[in-house]
């Protein structure tokens, strides 16, 4: 099977749908209407204008391109909130972007990938110094 082009939408969630439960995916979904309960996949999510998501999400990357999303979110590589776009709860990725006029509410944690800690040949870094 050929692999899909990085920006096609492999399933979406149109306006004026609702959805309960837990959504497991792979490729790219995109959710435009009501969506209540679990997400996870290792690929891309995008939550488009006008959604309303109450889910705990954790997946590679998360898109906020408007819509709001009430809870825990989780991306192993990056999350992205593009104003007038709302998330209400904690976010943990070790890549973050929020656009001026976005509403959060809620604690960011961005920790260093393993690939990140392995590429600088320590454990983490402790502290800042600076050389000459």
Avoid: W
Avoid at 70 to 77: C, F, I, K, L, Y
Avoid at 92 to 115: K, L, Y
């Amino acid at each position: 099977m050929d692999a899909l082009p990085s920006t096609e939408i492999t399933a979406l969630l149109g306006r004026g749908t609702r959805f309960e439960g837990k959504l497991y995916f792979e490729g790219r979904v995109r959710i435009d209407g009501l969506f209540n309960g679990e997400i996870k996949s290792d690929d891309t999510l995008i939550i488009g204008d006008g959604a309303e998501v109450h889910a705990e999400i954790d997946v590679a990357t998360v898109i906020v391109r408007g819509g709001a999303v009430h809870g825990n979110v989780r991306a192993s590589q990056a999350i992205e909130i593009h104003a007038p776009g709302k998330l209400i709860g904690n976010i943990s990725s070790p890549s973050v972007f929020i656009e001026r006029g976005v509403e959060f509410q809620g604690s960011c944690r961005m920790d260093v990938t393993e690939d990140e800690k392995l590429a600088e040949g320590r454990p983490a870094r402790d502290g800042a110094s600076a050389r000459a």
